[in-house]
Structure formats: structure tokens, C-alpha cells
């Protein structure tokens, strides 16, 4: 059975930091491209970041450009979220994805974790 297990959200100032982990409980892990998404109350989910199986290939939404960074350990089937100078907008239940391709994160047939809440207060 697949598991995505999200950790390290949490309440922080505006200006913090926070890095969120996803461990994959994927067999094929290095196949897998990963995305976070995010979902604020009342707004749809949005991709935040996603990574390529190598690592090779990365995106990110404008919005967090520059101070979010998304990275892949292979040999540890983790994947990271590094957020730096949050914004009180960036406050959202953010998930980890996992799909066979870049352009499929987020389908029907991607994996979901459960979540995890990144508070920040201004």
C-alpha cells in the first residue's frame, strides 16, 4: 500500500521559516515524480512545487518563487519543502503528490498524502 506521510508544518512568524518532509512509501520511489500542493479554506488546491524523478527538473508557482525550494533524496524516499520568508498567504494545508510525470502530478491516479498545516501569523 502506498503512504505519503507529511511532516513539519507548524505555526510560524511572518519572515520564518519552515521545511516540510514527505516520506514515500513508494518501492519505485526514483520513478516518481513529487509536487506539494497547497489548499487554503475556501480555495482550490494549487501546485507549490514539484520535482523531478532525478531531480533534474523543478517548478515552482509564481507565488513562492525564490523562497521555496523542493528537493529529493533517492536513497531515503523523502522529498522536501524549504519555505523561506513566509507570508501569511502561504498559510494552507499543504500536501505531498507523487505521479509517474511532472504533467500528471495531481491527477486521479496520483498518490495523496494527508497533510500537513503551515500556519504563519503576521
Known amino acids: 500500500q502506498v503512504q505519503l506521510v507529511e511532516s513539519g508544518g507548524g505555526l510560524v512568524q511572518a519572515g520564518g521559516s519552515l521545511r516540510l518532509s514527505c516520506a514515500a512509501s513508494l518501492r519505485t520511489f526514483n520513478s516518481y515524480a513529487m509536487g506539494w500542493f497547497r489548499q487554503a479554506p475556501g480555495k482550490e488546491r494549487e501546485l507549490v512545487a514539484a520535482i523531478s524523478w532525478s531531480g533534474g527538473s523543478t517548478f515552482y508557482a509564481d507565488s513562492v518563487k525564490g523562497r521555496f525550494t523542493i528537493s529529493r533524496d533517492n536513497a531515503k524516499n523523502m522529498v522536501y519543502l524549504q519555505m523561506n520568508s513566509l507570508k501569511p498567504e502561504d498559510m494552507a494545508v499543504y500536501y505531498c503528490?507523487?505521479?509517474?510525470?511532472?504533467?500528471?502530478?495531481?491527477?486521479?491516479?496520483?498518490?495523496w498524502g494527508q497533510g500537513t498545516q503551515v500556519t504563519v501569523s503576521s
Open positions: 503528490n507523487a505521479d509517474h510525470k511532472l504533467v500528471t502530478l495531481g491527477g486521479k491516479n496520483s498518490y
